[in-house]
């Protein structure tokens, strides 16, 4: 029972320290990360999407279909295709620490880099 306890946590930690350094990597403040909702909204900033969105994911299915969406974005804000947002979906205990301590670079929101002409 404890063994299965330490996993978990170990995998808590792993979870909140690739937020946090995600958070970081977007330009946004890490600590915010932790703070409930407070750091849905940044995510909501980091994938270029409205603070009301917050609301929708209160609706069933709905916010299924909106965390996809978000997934996606993220993976594209960070310069990642449509397989790593699957990755993210199904394995996000792995493709989280990817995207967080990887060689990925915040490009901006939705990945459309503010140097860009489309």
Request: hydrophobic residues 65%.
């Given at each position: 029972?404890?063994?299965?306890?330490?996993?978990?946590?170990?995998?808590?930690?792993?979870?909140?320290?690739?937020?946090?350094?995600?958070?970081?990597?977007?330009?946004?403040?890490?600590?915010?990360?932790?703070?409930?909702?407070?750091?849905?909204?940044?995510?909501?900033?980091?994938?270029?999407?409205?603070?009301?969105?917050?609301?929708?994911?209160?609706?069933?299915?709905?916010?299924?279909?909106?965390?996809?969406?978000?997934?996606?974005?993220?993976?594209?804000?960070?310069?990642k295709d449509a397989g790593f947002t699957?990755?993210?979906?199904?394995?996000?205990?792995?493709?989280?620490?990817?995207?967080?301590?990887g060689d990925a670079l915040y490009i901006?929101?939705?990945?459309?880099?503010?140097?860009?002409?489309?």
């Amino acid at each position: 029972m404890t063994f299965f306890i330490l996993i978990l946590l170990a995998f808590i930690i792993l979870l909140i320290a690739s937020m946090w350094t995600i958070f970081t990597k977007a330009g946004k403040p890490g600590w915010a990360s932790i703070i409930p909702i407070y750091n849905f909204i940044i995510l909501l900033e980091i994938v270029g999407k409205p603070w009301w969105w917050l609301l929708l994911m209160i609706i069933p299915i709905v916010n299924i279909v909106l965390l996809i969406i978000m997934y996606n974005q993220l993976s594209l804000s960070f310069g990642k295709d449509a397989g790593f947002t699957v990755g993210l979906i199904l394995l996000s205990f792995i493709f989280f620490p990817i995207l967080a301590f990887g060689d990925a670079l915040y490009i901006g929101p939705g990945g459309k880099n503010a140097n860009s002409n489309f």
